[in-house]
């Protein structure tokens, strides 16, 4: 698989992100959201206060695939940019 950053961990066959983006939480969550929905893909969300966790799967197929991979690197440009 293609490389993501160490913010990314494995929970059962998923992945998930949780950057401290202090106030700009919604502003990076707009973003992604927009980019998410150009792709046809529907991550899970999270968000308290200045944390976001989003949990990323392919659900016909019950697994990580290339799109979960492509969104978590712009997930991770997303959060370096903020």
Not at 35 to 60: C, G, Q, S
Request: glycine share 6%; hydrophobic share 45%.
């Amino acid at each position: 698989m293609e490389e993501i950053s160490r913010g990314w961990e494995a929970i059962c066959g998923k992945s998930s992100e949780q950057p401290c983006l202090l106030l700009f939480a919604f502003g990076f969550m707009t973003r992604v959201a927009l980019r998410a929905e150009k792709m046809n893909h529907h991550p899970e969300w999270f968000n308290v206060y200045n944390k976001v966790r989003i949990t990323l799967i392919t659900h016909d197929v019950g697994g990580l695939t290339k799109k979960d991979i492509k969104l978590a690197q712009f997930i991770d440009r997303a959060a370096a940019s903020v």
